[in-house]
């Protein structure tokens, strides 16, 4: 469920992020509890509240003092700007260092792009 | 925090052997701890000082910051259920739930029958004729059930079935979001337990050889595999805690930060790297070739 290459709190707070950009959770509502996600991924509760925390922090999420963590108004769009931002060393950096390890030329990534997007 | 349960240089020794050599450790209050270590690495010693079962040669062990050895107001509120636990000879699962009670004074009865029946636990026959995964099941239903500010589960896991290891997690978790606790958990299924832990405590031969929060211990060491001449190059700048080759192949476990540094060099060598995980570390750790200046120390964070 998770793997090792970072802390499991920041997996924990980038799948509720991605959940919010995709749309599971609306902004003002409710997400789950601490407890609910420790009790459901069978993960320590503190280390589910450090993600929650986390993304309090961010400001994506908003404490409601004795009912829970809501979804901040502009949350989504400032989760997508966030990510856009991180498109370029996320994905095409990879993309392009494996282009060049087996020897695809600019050109012929450009066309394989083209024709994935436009399916 | 306030520490729910401490030990302070704690020795104890069994005739000429000592079974626990100047441990010290700390669990805070609330905490989620797993006491890891191989077999005969003084687990459940410690566990037995912290319920007052045994008293330590030297040393000190407090549990709330009182002494527990026949002190009633502690051990009222810590529940241990052995490993190996013995029941009398003619008990019944029903003797050991009508009789829990009086030793927890929290004791929750839905709670103890649902963990049966989730368990599958039989009316009969006699506890003495139950299986080690049944008998572990029981352990689990006294530990969870007496709902204890402090709760040592000594191997919870010996024999339990896959179904019922992901009830023990999700009905341990659903019960401490209500009623937080302490709670100490020694088992060799690291893994699969990993990600319950809040603190962590490995144990080699008697001796604390790691204490950490969860999230730090994972980032104290990595894991090195590729071919061996590349895997040596690497490693020559981090103490090597074991490595382990096949052909021309190696792979090592060695402390140091997975940073961007190590990920540049590793991918310039040509060599694989993980962070490695509490189960790596107590492989490595366990295996008997670790550095022994960095092991007697012991490594904290």
């Excluded at chain 1, 993600?51 to 404490?63: D, I, R």
């Excluded at chain 2, 330590?56 to 190996?84: M, Y």
């Amino acid at each position: 469920m998770f793997t090792g290459d970072s802390p499991i709190y920041q997996q924990l707070a980038a799948r509720i992020a991605d959940d919010i950009v995709a749309g599971t959770y609306a902004e003002d509502a409710a997400v789950p509890s601490s407890n609910d996600f420790a009790t459901f991924l069978h993960m320590n509760p503190a280390t589910a509240g450090k993600a929650l925390n986390v993304l309090v922090e961010q400001g994506v999420l908003y404490k409601k003092r004795g009912v829970g963590m809501f979804v901040a108004p502009g949350a989504r769009s400032q989760l997508l700007k966030q990510r856009r931002a991180d498109f370029p060393q996320q994905f095409v950096h990879p993309l392009i260092r494996e282009a060049r390890a087996v020897g695809i030329e600019p050109p012929e990534l450009a066309q394989m792009i083209k024709e994935e997007y436009i399916p | 925090m306030t520490q729910a349960i401490e030990l302070q240089s704690v020795t104890r020794r069994f005739r000429n052997d000592n079974a626990l050599e100047d441990v010290t450790l700390t669990v805070p209050d609330g905490a989620i701890c797993g006491l890891l270590g191989r077999n005969g690495a003084g687990k459940t010693t410690v566990m037995s000082l912290i319920s007052g079962q045994d008293r330590p040669t030297t040393g000190q062990v407090l549990v709330d910051g009182e002494d527990p050895f026949e002190n009633e107001a502690v051990l009222s509120r810590i529940s241990f259920v052995r490993d190996n636990q013995r029941y009398p000879d003619d008990y019944f699962l029903h003797h050991v739930l009508s009789i829990a009670p009086e030793f927890a004074p929290s004791w929750d009865g839905e709670l103890a029958a649902e963990l049966v029946e989730g368990f599958r636990l039989p009316r009969k026959p006699a506890i003495r004729k139950f299986s080690r995964g049944q008998l572990s099941a029981v352990a689990i239903v006294l530990g969870l059930a007496s709902r204890a500010p402090v709760t040592l589960l000594d191997e919870p896991y010996l024999g339990l079935d896959a179904t019922a290891r992901g009830l023990f997690h999700d009905l341990l978790l659903r019960d401490l979001g209500r009623h937080p606790r302490t709670l100490l958990l020694s088992t060799h299924l690291i893994d699969e337990s990993d990600s319950l832990f809040d603190h962590v405590v490995l144990m080699d031969r008697g001796r604390v050889v790691l204490r950490a929060e969860a999230e730090e211990a994972r980032r104290l060491a990595m894991c090195v595999s590729g071919v061996a001449d590349a895997v040596q190059a690497f490693c020559a700048d981090y103490p090597v805690l074991r490595s382990h080759s096949i052909g021309g192949l190696r792979t090592s476990t060695i402390t140091g930060r997975l940073d961007d540094d190590a990920r540049s060099r590793a991918a310039t060598l040509g060599v694989q790297l993980k962070g490695a995980s509490l189960q790596d570390l107590a492989v490595a750790y366990g295996s008997g070739d670790s550095l022994q200046d960095s092991s007697k120390e012991g490594i904290s964070a």
